[in-house]
Nanobody, 113 residues
């Protein structure tokens, strides 16, 4: 079973940038589609971006500001966050899309000036 670990979260200012990483314990070549999800306090977990051989997907709330990418050689999926807004603050998780594996610890993103 491939284990996924999120990292790279922290404090970011509006107008700044932050890159999140999702690293797998072994090859992710067999996983067709990977996604980044987030959950803010009191809200449902939501899909914010996904990537597969067919292309990429972004939620309307982040389109134009976030970029998802994948480096199979490093067994890693990235999420680049540009110009984050206060509503982007949440715990971010990675998983398959649709999610098939257990949820990990996630990585906390805080947006503050």
């Amino acid at each position: 079973q491939v284990q996924l670990v999120e990292s790279g979260g922290g404090l970011v200012q509006p107008g700044g940038s932050l890159t999140l990483s999702c690293t797998a314990s072994r090859s992710i070549l067999s996983i067709y589609s990977m996604g980044w999800y987030r959950q803010a306090p009191g809200k449902q977990r939501e899909l914010v971006a996904a990537i597969s051989g067919a292309g990429t997907y972004y939620a309307d709330s982040v389109k134009g500001r976030f970029t998802i990418s994948r480096d199979n050689a490093k067994n890693t999926v990235y999420l680049r966050m540009n110009s984050p807004k206060p509503e982007d603050a949440a715990v971010y998780y990675c998983n398959e899309q649709p999610p098939r594996r257990s949820w990990g610890q996630g990585t906390q993103v805080t947006v503050s000036s």
